[in-house]
């Protein structure tokens, strides 16, 4: 029998248990909620997510239990859940301005239709408070985002004037004059910083802006200097690695050593500053000093994945990818679960697959960065390291979104600048590449392959002195690199300076001289007008690389200009049967062949060509030229209307036949042919590329013609003929600045020997003086004149384009 003094003790335990459960929920909410409020204050976040759960058993639908559960989370690092809670706190109680704000800036994570959803949010809380800064730089953030630029100046704007002694709208408003290239409204902001709130951050975007003007080198530095004073010990590192960066970049590399000694000295236990440093003395030349002190930080806290993950870095930025995996490794081995360790393996992973094409590996680097995502979509690194595989996967617009958001958050990082400027650079659009790639060198002067991709935009732009001088830069960095070599003697040629080119060309190693250099030096050759020797080097470049169009046809045209074309035609002929199915390649053969009096087999070969490519514009041309002087327009024409008719669903004839109609002056029905090809293809350039044109020329929808002369240039993205087009698109738009960029890239794009180059030239000129910029449009006039004049003396006696009166003329005014 059971002792009552095992029963009283239970009988009391019950009856203060059913005393508990006859408690007001109204007042444990208020407990709870007490509570939690307090562990949030404390940054206790476990406890405080423990008091808001217990909320939400008692009423699941209280607002501010998930509103203090969202903190709770975003504060133990744990955002997909907050975000969640976020989204029921808002669904919950609406009135909840912060709540809706901070679910907002998740939102600008997502895809296009989620950052709508964020600028919808900004605008319900700018309804109920009209002066909430905070809301309009979300609405500008998504209408970037969206690509909106115009609309987000103005919601910049609308922040600084509803908090106008606030430091971060200002700041972001002058990074958005500067990206927009209004520079002069852009410094006028970032002067406004430092009176708002002296301190790093507002001078050392004041000197980041002014050191892009060497004229205000002193200023710039005397700003550097000033942030780092103001510094806080958690903002040292930047502070002595941005100065120092800049005295690098100035090429004062004694004064920038002392100030990074200066900080490894003021903040010892500051890995960075030493890596940097590393970083230096390799570029210097000073290779031994730069592996002892890596190897040193790791021998130094063998358990720490920090050194381990500067190793791996510093490796990856001197190309040693393996070395970079390994040392990554090494820092999991330290610490399997480090959310840096991860990440860098990933990456490392993904740089790998995309050098060696390898997807397995990418496809390893991928699932990392998806199980950190899935834990937090916001996170830069992991968006960093997903614009990688954007890029490795051929996505650059999608690598562009992921690192826009990144910097949204991180605008200080080197290695997001550089690697956005070189994702629009691939993707076409090199004015906005340089102003990240700019930016990247601003903030770390030791990023060598920023500096070589910022030399190859300078060209790209046709400012060929810029890109002299940055491709020399780049060479006292990386003295081995042949390609900069190459690119800054073609920048020299373009600039007249042939024999100073070649001299750039020769100070390659003879045993380091691959195709691309061989074939550099034979054209230079070749424009000195050395023929004996440029062939010499021609075949050299050939024995490299036996089926490379582009020395083909430089071998083509020597040989054309000494009477012997029969000895191209046997190399490109050996080069198309080891190519079968290279449409250039066939193009080549259809000309050679007509050069030496084979007029059905060079027919055949330029079909051929078509076939492969029907974006080759060059072999449309020229089969259009073979037709119209052998008179058989009609007969070429008929057939191709016959195909048509049994095959009217596919958008390769429909251009080919709108190509022979606007040949024979049918634009009407030119027009109306590429316009079904574009329905049935869209992935067909030239029919854009072509309707583009001819509706510029007769006076069609401008914004039309833009939209098809953009997506052409996309589809196109190495092809003069779509730059040209779309740089005179917009010189009709009359936005004469935005073409002249398209027009140089599409004279320098044009074989020196095409018929189409003085009409390009012609273009430029007439952009250039709408721009104002009267002595580059008389000297491009005067260019294209001596094209014209050239080709009417040499070999054929070329009759004058009828563009020549107008170029005539155009002199004629501008003399005058």
């Known amino acids: 029998m059971r002792s009552h003094r095992f029963l009283l003790p239970m009988a009391l335990a019950l009856a203060l248990l059913a005393l508990a459960g006859c408690r007001d929920p109204k007042a444990q909410l208020a407990e709870h909620e007490a509570q939690g409020q307090a562990y949030l204050e404390q940054e206790k976040w476990p406890e405080a997510a423990i008091e808001f759960r217990s909320m939400l058993q008692i009423d699941p639908n209280d607002a501010q239990a998930h509103y203090g559960l969202a903190k709770a989370l975003l504060g133990s690092q744990d955002p997909r859940k907050a975000y969640w809670e976020l989204q029921e706190t808002v669904r919950l109680d609406p009135e909840n301005l912060d709540a809706r704000l901070q679910y907002g800036q998740f939102l600008l994570f997502g895809k296009e239709d989620e950052q709508r959803r964020a600028v919808e949010m900004a605008d319900a809380i700018l309804a109920k408070e009209p002066g909430r800064w905070e809301a309009q730089v979300l609405k500008a953030r998504a209408l970037g985002n969206l690509s909106r630029p115009e609309e987000a100046g103005q919601a910049y704007r609308a922040a600084v004037e509803a908090a106008p002694h606030e430091l971060t709208p200002r700041l972001l408003l002058a990074n ?29 975007a004041l000197a980041g802006f002014l050191s892009s003007d060497r004229k ?37 590399s004694e004064e920038a050593e002392k100030v990074l000694r200066q900080g490894i000295e003021a903040a010892p236990q500051q890995l960075e500053l030493k890596y940097t440093l590393a970083r230096f003395y390799h570029v210097q030349g000073r290779r031994a000093e730069a592996d002892a002190m890596i190897q040193e930080a790791t021998r130094a806290h063998p358990d720490d994945p920090k050194p381990f993950l500067l190793l791996s870095a510093y490796r990856g930025q001197n190309g040693d990818l393996a070395g970079a995996l390994e040392a990554a490794e090494q820092a999991l081995a330290a610490a399997p679960d480090d959310h840096d360790a991860r990440l860098r393996k990933a990456e490392v992973l993904v740089d790998l697959g995309y050098r060696s094409g390898d997807s397995v590996r990418i496809a390893k680097g991928r699932a990392i960065v998806d199980a950190i995502l899935s834990h937090d979509e916001s996170d830069p690194q992991a968006q960093f390291v997903r614009a990688k595989i954007h890029l490795a996967e051929g996505k650059p617009k999608e690598a562009e979104k992921a690192l826009r958001r990144v910097l949204d ?6 290695q997001a600048h550089f690697l956005l400027g070189s994702t629009l650079y691939v993707a076409g659009d090199p004015a906005a590449a340089r102003g990240e790639l700019v930016r990247a060198l601003e903030l770390d002067a030791n990023l060598v392959e920023a500096q070589k991709t910022l030399t190859r935009v300078h060209a790209a732009l046709g400012d060929d002195d810029l890109a002299v001088e940055a491709g020399r830069r780049a060479l006292r960095m990386d003295p081995g690199d042949s390609s900069m070599h190459v690119v800054v003697a073609q920048s020299l040629v373009r600039q007249q300076e042939r024999e100073e080119a070649l001299e750039e060309l020769q100070k ?44 083909l046809r430089a071998l083509l045209s020597l040989d054309l200009r000494e009477g012997h074309p ?7 002929a050996a080069a198309v049967e080891s190519q079968p199915d290279d449409a250039h390649l066939h193009q080549l053969q259809g000309e050679v062949l007509l050069y030496t009096g084979h007029p059905k087999d060079g027919e055949a070969s330029l079909r051929r060509a078509i076939e492969l490519d029907p974006n080759d514009l060059a072999a449309y041309q020229t089969l259009a030229r073979y037709l119209a002087l052998s008179g058989r327009p009609d007969e070429v024409l008929a057939t191709y209307e016959r195909a048509l008719a049994a095959n009217p669903e596919s958008g390769t004839l429909n ?36 309707l583009a044109w001819l509706m510029a020329e007769r006076g069609g929808s401008l914004d039309r013609a833009l939209d098809l002369a953009q997506e052409a240039k996309a589809l196109l993205p190495d092809n003069p003929s779509a730059a040209d087009t779309l740089g005179w698109v917009l010189y009709k738009k009359r936005v004469p600045s935005a073409a002249i960029g398209y027009l140089r890239e599409a004279v320098r794009g044009m074989p020196p020997d095409s018929p189409q180059l003085s009409l390009v030239r012609h273009h430029l000129a007439l952009a250039y003086e709408a721009d104002h910029q009267l002595d580059r449009a008389r000297a491009t006039w005067q260019q294209a004149l001596e094209d014209i004049e050239a080709r009417a003396k040499g070999e054929g006696r070329h009759p004058e384009p009828p563009w020549t009166a107008d170029i005539r003329a155009s002199l004629k005014r501008l003399g005058s």
């Open 176 to 204: 958005y004059l500067r990206t927009q290239g209004d520079l002069e409204a852009a410094e006028a902001a970032y002067r406004e910083l430092p009176k708002i709130q002296e301190n790093f951050t507002s001078w050392v």
């Open 216 to 252: 205000r080198d002193a200023e710039a530095e005397a700003a550097y200097r000033r942030a780092l004073e103001l510094a806080t010990p958690k903002e040292q590192v930047a502070a002595y690695s941005l100065l120092a960066s800049f005295l690098i970049s100035r090429e004062r």
């Open 409 to 414: 958050t991180r605008p200080r990082w080197a």
């Open 508 to 551: 390659i190693p003879e045993d380091n001289r691959g195709s691309e250099a061989w074939y550099a030096i034979g054209r230079v050759e070749s424009l000195l007008g050395r023929s004996q020797d440029a062939r010499r080097d021609l075949l050299r470049a050939l024995d490299q690389a036996p089926a490379r169009f582009e020395i």
């Open 566 to 572: 029969e000895r191209s035609a046997k190399l490109i």
């Open 655 to 690: 251009l080919v036949v709108g190509s022979l109609y606007e040949s024979r002056g049918r634009i009407e029905d030119a027009m109306a042919r590429y316009e079904e090809a574009i329905r049935l293809d869209p992935d067909l350039g030239v029919a854009k590329n072509n």
